[in-house]
């Protein structure tokens, strides 16, 4: 599985266009309610994207910090209602890939949702603030925690404050 995130990484690194605006983000604050009672810190690095003036697109690779070790990789690209050089609201689809350490073993779970928020301009330090809904297949079927007791939603809820640094595109 390392081996697909790293030629995953490397293949999404050469393919974009080196001269547009990108960053690098820092994943500190974000929170994960995958079922009752069940809330996981996300903690790692992501990269951001800008396509044009209102797409952009970002990768996001998280170690979800619980009871147990667990990991997440995300694509998520974004609609900004304004220019995106400075803060615009944004909206678009994610996609996951959740590996989580259940009782039974790990269980692969592919979350696909909404994501909602406030990101600033790629250049120098931004910030981005969001939430997102996510609908998670399968999921209710995996028992997760101390006990079998707890069990997954088949809906997952997201919110963050990611800081990052980024560049602007050649002139």
Not at 25 to 47: H, P, S, T
């Amino acid at each position: 599985m390392l081996r697909t995130v790293v030629l995953f990484f490397i293949l999404f690194t050469h393919t974009v266009d080196i001269s547009a605006q990108g960053g690098i983000r820092a994943i500190f604050w974000e929170y994960n309610v995958a079922g009752k009672d069940i809330l996981l810190l996300g903690l790692g690095l992501g990269y951001d994207h800008d396509m044009n003036e209102r797409l952009s697109m970002g990768v996001d690779l998280r170690a979800l910090v619980d009871r147990k070790a667990s990991w997440a990789l995300s694509y998520h690209s974004a609609y900004h209602f304004s220019d995106n050089d400075a803060g615009s609201f944004y909206l678009g689809p994610q996609v996951s890939m959740l590996n989580l350490a259940a009782n039974e073993g790990d269980r692969m779970i592919l979350p696909i949702g909404l994501r909602a928020g406030v990101r600033g301009g790629l250049e120098r330090f931004y910030a981005d603030l969001f939430g997102s809904v996510s609908l998670a297949p399968g999921a209710s079927n995996v028992a997760y925690g101390e006990s079998n007791g707890y069990k997954l939603s088949n809906i997952f809820y997201q919110l963050g404050l990611h800081l990052g640094w980024g560049w602007d595109r050649r002139r």
